[in-house]
């Protein structure tokens, strides 16, 4: 029964690799039918003996914060282009060059 309801909650699922780090967006459904999305940030860490373990930090979005969320998301990212502008430049580009590697 645990597994079925697990296969029930998960909905959608999108991975972006990112150098060092993986950020997985889960689209997932509760028990009342309603959609919460999950970030998660999962990176590579080294201790000092050289083992490697993944170090995960999970935010969970509810659909009454999507909006407030979106908005506060949309208004840094602005203040980002706008202050530096640089960090735009290349990303149609990159773009291009994802759609094209994945063909």
Do not use: C, W
Request: overall charge negative; cysteine-free.
């Amino acid at each position: 029964m645990e597994g079925d309801e697990k296969r029930r909650e998960e909905i959608h699922s999108v991975s972006i690799r990112a150098g060092k780090r993986t950020y997985f967006f889960d689209v997932k459904e509760t028990r009342q039918n309603d959609y919460y999305l999950t970030i998660t940030e999962s990176k590579k860490v080294f201790d000092k003996d050289g083992n490697s373990r993944f170090e995960k930090h999970k935010i969970f979005l509810y659909k009454e914060d999507f909006k407030k969320f979106m908005d506060g998301y949309t208004d840094a990212v602005d203040f980002i282009k706008e202050t530096k502008p640089e960090y735009f430049e290349n990303l149609d580009q990159e773009r291009f060059n994802d759609e094209e590697s994945s063909v």
